[in-house]
């Protein structure tokens, strides 16, 4: 079995990642609290706005997934 050595930078990004994780979680409840259907946060439409950017970068980039 291959154990991989974290180094303090792996450390650190990965705890940046997990405490951005614990604000989008806690917009979450907070929406479903006030009976919302999307967080003040990140609403549907920017999401769809980071999608499409996404999109037509891996387009450009020749980028598919096996799934599409």
């Known amino acids: ?5 974290l180094g303090a930078g792996s450390i650190a990004k ?3 990642v997990t405490i951005n994780k614990m604000y989008e ?3 979450c ?3 479903i609290q006030e009976g919302k259907l999307e967080c003040d946060e990140m609403p ?4 769809i706005r980071v999608m499409k950017i996404m999109d037509s970068l ?4 020749g980028i598919v997934y096996p799934c599409e």
Do not use: G, L, Q
């Open 1 to 5: 079995m291959k154990m991989a050595i």
């Open 14 to 16: 990965s705890m940046a």
């Open 25 to 27: 979680v806690k917009a």
């Open 29 to 31: 409840i907070k929406a």
């Open 44 to 47: 549907h439409s920017e999401t």
């Open 58 to 61: 891996r387009k450009e980039w």
